[in-house]
């Protein structure tokens, strides 16, 4: 490991009495510009090699507003030549890389949030079964509904975690898909002899759907940021400004499935109930109604099986890579145990922040039941509560798509937009905590109802879309899917906790309850978690790569540039470390080591090709004849970082 501390002429080698030390070659300009290409991109660093975070304000605003216009123009200039040589290309581009990645969790947001819409349509056709007093079914049972399909998610997010970490991402996915598929068939055929044997039944698939659907966090959120990121040694653009906008592209699949699942709810009642959304409600038409709409994702997850068996071969490759840096084969405990010595207080935002997101995710529904109950007194049909959650759901999906669109922007970015929404959601709780008749009165309910709209628009476009991604993201890849459950596991103890809180008090306490998990979740988030707007996911691996050598203090790049630390760790001082000339000449040792690596592999297998089980498909593209020379000529020796913009004496 010693090469790492060759930095330059300044190298303790003394006076050359043998006459054995190598010359300290000097890097020409030329040599300069192309490690400055490679290692120095210019989405991240000015023309004078100032990376972003390290520029006055007015100078940063100046310069991610440039390269996000320049980024923009050319995304939409492919956009176009993609239309023009087929018009379906951009739709068949969308649909592989966004809604595909996504296609789990838009089936788990269709099943999941259907379990709500469907329980005012049971309570109207099995009314002594499902309604207040419950004469022939247990009430014990008929809550844990609930209960018992947030159990089942727990479980999942927190086994599917370990296990994808352990066993791979792709083993994860495909197992994810399956439970899902045997859940729905368990969830599409539910009876019993008694209709208390049938909730029983019901009962048990949720749970069982549950862990399947609890796996599809972790697994999702890893593997679609990992495929993000290109195979090689050295980072992709698309990674540095695309990375969150193609998690949360797969995380608002969540927000169609809601979407899809009451639209064909509304059809499927309209269809099997003549005509009519009003009651009464047969037995025979909720029977219909409940049955087909879990059949018809059933038929998706089944192909979802066989994409992700024959189609998705290549999921767990950054796993497979650092596990063998590593050196490790089964589940790596040695990365755990640092992970929550190094990290821990991250896991407390993303964690925290999440379990409190939960809590506002389910509190929003408070508002729905109170203004419907003003606007139609007297209204004993379900179609207006579900024809309200289908805008609201129209609502969330314009947050999902902003926050896609934003979550990248280092200007705002995660954790502005995390912050922004959890104050957001306080506020627009806190108001009609405190105003409670005066929103609920005929005058004033339509300041109530927008008020739902815009807590549904900020919850999507703040904490719901950045805790799916960071709590994945500020982890190393040998523990993220754990990381990632644990967060989300936490964050489903919130739900549980408002799903059993919510029995036992009215609803104007509720609203005096709700609003401080707002402020709780902005608190955690300012303290405890990094910005990783702009950061190189491969930079982080680098850093983690010391840490697990036990030599964090000899890293000195951008993962502990202050802007991408938390207040916490800057308070410890993880930042003093930051040294941006260190950390270039440190690269180019990693990159002469790769090279070295690269020339022993060709001689063995005698091939011209750079490649192997890591991923190095076009590396080859790195080793410029003015690479190489350097790296030949300074073999063994010191080479001499020049300054940028100096010439090579004699030159």
Same mark, same amino acid.
């Given at each position: 490991?010693?090469?790492?501390?060759?930095?330059?002429?300044?190298?303790?080698?003394? %006076?050359?009495?043998?006459?054995?030390?190598?010359?300290?070659?000097?890097? $020409?300009?030329?040599?300069?510009?192309?490690?400055?290409?490679?290692?120095?991109?210019?989405?991240?660093?000015?023309?004078?090699?100032?990376?972003?975070?390290?520029?006055?304000?007015?100078?940063?605003?100046?310069?991610?507003?440039?390269?996000?216009?320049?980024?923009?123009?050319?995304?939409?200039?492919?956009?176009?030549?993609?239309?023009?040589?087929? %018009?379906?290309?951009?739709?068949?581009?969308?649909?592989?890389?966004?809604?595909?990645?996504?296609?789990?969790?838009?089936?788990?947001?269709?099943?999941?949030?259907?379990?709500?819409?469907?329980?005012?349509?049971?309570?109207?056709?099995?009314?002594?079964?499902?309604?207040?007093?419950?004469?022939?079914?247990?009430?014990?049972?008929?809550?844990?509904?609930?209960?018992?399909?947030?159990?089942?998610?727990?479980?999942?997010?927190?086994?599917?975690?370990?296990?994808?970490?352990?066993?791979?991402?792709?083993?994860?996915?495909?197992?994810?898909?399956?439970?899902? !598929?045997?859940?729905?068939?368990?969830?599409?055929?539910?009876?019993?002899?008694?209709?208390?044997?049938?909730?029983?039944?019901?009962?048990?698939?949720?749970?069982?759907?549950?862990?399947?659907?609890?796996?599809?966090? %972790?697994?999702?959120?890893?593997?679609?940021?990992?495929?993000?990121?290109?195979?090689?040694?050295?980072?992709?653009?698309?990674?540095?400004?695309?990375?969150?906008?193609?998690?949360?592209?797969?995380?608002?699949?969540?927000?169609?499935?809601?979407?899809?699942?009451?639209?064909?709810?509304?059809?499927?009642?309209?269809?099997?109930?003549?005509?009519?959304?009003? %009651?009464?409600?047969?037995?025979?038409?909720?029977?219909?109604?409940?049955?087909?709409?879990?059949?018809?994702?059933?038929?998706?997850?089944?192909?979802?099986?066989?994409?992700?068996?024959?189609?998705?071969?290549?999921?767990?490759?950054?796993?497979?890579?650092?596990?063998?840096k590593s050196k490790v084969t089964g589940y790596d405990?040695?990365?755990?145990?640092?992970?929550?010595?190094?990290?821990?207080?991250?896991?407390?935002?993303?964690?925290?922040?999440?379990?409190?997101?939960?809590?506002?995710?389910?509190?929003?529904?408070?508002?729905?039941?109170?203004?419907?109950?003003?606007?139609?007194?007297?209204?004993?049909?379900?179609?207006?509560?579900?024809?309200?959650?289908?805008?609201?759901?129209?609502?969330?999906?314009?947050?999902?798509?902003?926050?896609?669109?934003?979550?990248?922007?280092?200007?705002?970015?995660?954790?502005?937009?995390?912050?922004?929404?959890?104050?957001?959601?306080?506020?627009?709780?806190?108001?009609?905590?405190?105003?409670?008749?005066?929103?609920?009165?005929?005058?004033?309910?339509?300041?109530?109802?927008?008020?739902? !709209?815009l807590s549904s628009f900020f919850n999507q476009f703040?904490?719901?879309?950045?805790?799916?991604?960071?709590?994945?993201?500020?982890?190393?890849?040998?523990?993220?899917?754990?990381?990632?459950?644990?967060?989300?596991? $936490?964050?489903?103890?919130?739900?549980?906790?408002?799903?059993?809180?919510?029995?036992?008090?009215?609803?104007?306490?509720?609203?005096?309850?709700?609003?401080? !998990?707002?402020?709780?979740?902005?608190?955690?988030?300012?303290?405890?978690?990094?910005?990783?707007?702009?950061?190189?996911?491969?930079?982080?691996?680098?850093?983690?790569?010391?840490?697990?050598?036990?030599?964090?203090?000899?890293?000195?790049?951008?993962?502990?540039?202050?802007?991408?630390?938390?207040?916490?760790?800057?308070?410890?001082?993880?930042?003093?470390?930051?040294?941006?000339?260190?950390?270039?000449?440190?690269?180019?040792?990693?990159?002469?080591?790769?090279?070295?690596?690269?020339?022993?592999?060709?001689?063995?297998?005698?091939?011209?090709?750079?490649?192997?089980?890591?991923?190095?498909?076009?590396?080859?593209?790195?080793?410029?004849?003015?690479?190489?020379?350097?790296?030949?000529?300074?073999?063994?020796?010191?080479?001499?970082?020049?300054?940028?913009?100096?010439?090579?004496?004699?030159?």
């Amino acid at each position: 490991m010693d090469e790492y501390r060759d930095y330059g002429p300044a190298a303790p080698h003394g %006076p050359d009495m043998a006459g054995t030390h190598n010359p300290i070659h000097q890097m $020409t300009q030329n040599e300069r510009q192309i490690f400055d290409y490679l290692l120095k991109p210019d989405d991240s660093y000015n023309e004078a090699g100032v990376y972003w975070g390290d520029m006055p304000l007015a100078q940063q605003v100046k310069f991610v507003i440039k390269g996000d216009s320049k980024e923009s123009r050319r995304e939409l200039s492919n956009i176009w030549a993609m239309f023009k040589k087929d %018009p379906m290309s951009p739709f068949a581009y969308y649909f592989k890389n966004m809604v595909l990645p996504g296609a789990g969790l838009g089936l788990e947001g269709y099943v999941l949030f259907s379990i709500g819409n469907l329980k005012p349509l049971f309570e109207g056709s099995f009314s002594s079964c499902w309604k207040k007093p419950h004469s022939i079914c247990n009430a014990t049972w008929l809550a844990a509904v609930e209960y018992m399909e947030i159990s089942g998610i727990i479980v999942g997010q927190i086994l599917v975690g370990i296990l994808g970490d352990w066993l791979g991402r792709r083993w994860g996915l495909i197992q994810d898909a399956a439970i899902m !598929f045997i859940g729905l068939i368990m969830l599409t055929a539910a009876w019993g002899v008694t209709q208390n044997g049938w909730v029983i039944c019901y009962v048990w698939s949720l749970f069982f759907y549950g862990i399947g659907v609890g796996g599809e966090y %972790p697994m999702t959120a890893t593997s679609g940021m990992e495929n993000a990121v290109g195979s090689g040694k050295v980072s992709t653009k698309d990674d540095r400004l695309h990375r969150g906008r193609k998690v949360t592209s797969a995380f608002l699949m969540q927000g169609w499935g809601q979407f899809f699942n009451q639209v064909l709810l509304i059809l499927l009642l309209l269809i099997f109930h003549h005509g009519s959304g009003n %009651p009464p409600y047969s037995k025979v038409a909720a029977q219909w109604t409940y049955r087909v709409s879990f059949a018809i994702p059933a038929v998706g997850t089944l192909w979802l099986v066989y994409y992700r068996t024959f189609k998705m071969r290549a999921a767990g490759k950054q796993l497979a890579a650092a596990k063998k840096k590593s050196k490790v084969t089964g589940y790596d405990t040695e990365s755990l145990k640092l992970t929550f010595t190094y990290f821990g207080p991250r896991m407390i935002a993303t964690a925290g922040a999440w379990f409190a997101n939960d809590v506002f995710f389910y509190g929003n529904k408070l508002f729905q039941s109170e203004f419907i109950s003003v606007i139609l007194p007297d209204n004993t049909s379900i179609m207006p509560g579900w024809l309200y959650n289908l805008i609201n759901v129209g609502v969330s999906l314009v947050g999902y798509y902003l926050a896609s669109f934003l979550i990248d922007n280092k200007l705002y970015g995660r954790k502005r937009m995390q912050m922004v929404g959890f104050l957001m959601d306080f506020i627009l709780f806190i108001i009609p905590a405190f105003n409670f008749s005066y929103y609920k009165s005929t005058a004033h309910v339509r300041e109530f109802q927008t008020m739902y !709209f815009l807590s549904s628009f900020f919850n999507q476009f703040g904490p719901n879309a950045v805790t799916f991604l960071v709590a994945a993201e500020v982890y190393p890849t040998p523990i993220r899917a754990t990381a990632h459950g644990v967060s989300a596991a $936490t964050g489903k103890l919130g739900a549980l906790t408002a799903s059993v809180l919510y029995n036992y008090i009215d609803t104007q306490t509720k609203f005096y309850v709700v609003p401080w !998990f707002g402020l709780m979740g902005m608190l955690v988030t300012l303290l405890f978690l990094p910005d990783t707007t702009g950061l190189d996911l491969k930079e982080q691996e680098r850093r983690w790569q010391f840490i697990r050598a036990g030599r964090e203090s000899d890293y000195h790049g951008v993962a502990v540039h202050p802007k991408h630390l938390s207040w916490w760790e800057r308070w410890r001082g993880v930042g003093r470390f930051y040294d941006p000339d260190l950390d270039y000449a440190q690269k180019i040792e990693d990159l002469r080591t790769d090279w070295e690596a690269g020339l022993a592999r060709r001689a063995e297998e005698k091939a011209g090709d750079w490649d192997d089980d890591e991923g190095g498909e076009g590396e080859d593209s790195l080793w410029s004849s003015d690479v190489s020379t350097f790296f030949e000529k300074t073999k063994g020796g010191s080479p001499m970082l020049l300054p940028k913009g100096e010439k090579e004496p004699g030159g």
